[in-house]
């Protein structure tokens, strides 16, 4: 017996189909039953078809817009190379306190009015007066390294 299938195109990211705008072959009573009822894919037509490339064509072209903004910030970073920072500090070189995530962003924005979100630091455990290196990934394919010097605080 020859099984029957259909073309539709995805409107939601669908497990074992693929991403929203993709043209998939499944079964007609899997389309008719499951697929279609929780508008998850749509009936293949030329319209569709047309509209679904307009939207690939924007995403890409605002994704390459935010990854030259990156490189941007990434090339700006690049060029400060260290950011100091000062703390209340013990005897021995311990710093009172912590150096947080929040306190970076905005030394970062203080220094060159970049502005960096929380989520893109990895912050190493800072403890200690000294030099850190920190990563910053500005987007997937875009990181940096910036230098983050804790001094002690004058008195």
Do not use: C, W
């Amino acid at each position: 017996m020859k099984h029957k299938n259909t073309k539709l195109i995805l409107n939601k990211t669908a497990k074992n189909l693929g991403q929203p705008g993709e043209i998939v072959h499944v079964a007609k009573g899997y389309a008719r039953n499951y697929l279609l009822p929780k508008k998850i894919a749509e009936p293949l037509t030329k319209g569709r078809v047309k509209y679904m490339n307009e939207i690939k064509a924007r995403r890409i072209a605002i994704n390459k817009a935010r990854i030259d903004e990156a490189r941007l910030i990434k090339k700006q970073l690049d060029s400060i190379g260290k950011f100091s920072i000062r703390r209340k500090v013990s005897g021995n070189d311990n710093i009172f306190g912590s150096v947080t995530d929040k306190d970076i962003t905005n030394l970062i924005y203080n220094t060159s009015g970049l502005r960096i979100e929380k989520s893109q630091l990895q912050l190493p455990v800072i403890k200690n007066t000294g030099m850190y290196s920190l990563e910053v990934e500005l987007m997937e394919d875009v990181k940096t390294k910036i230098n983050l010097q804790i001094l002690p605080e004058a008195i």
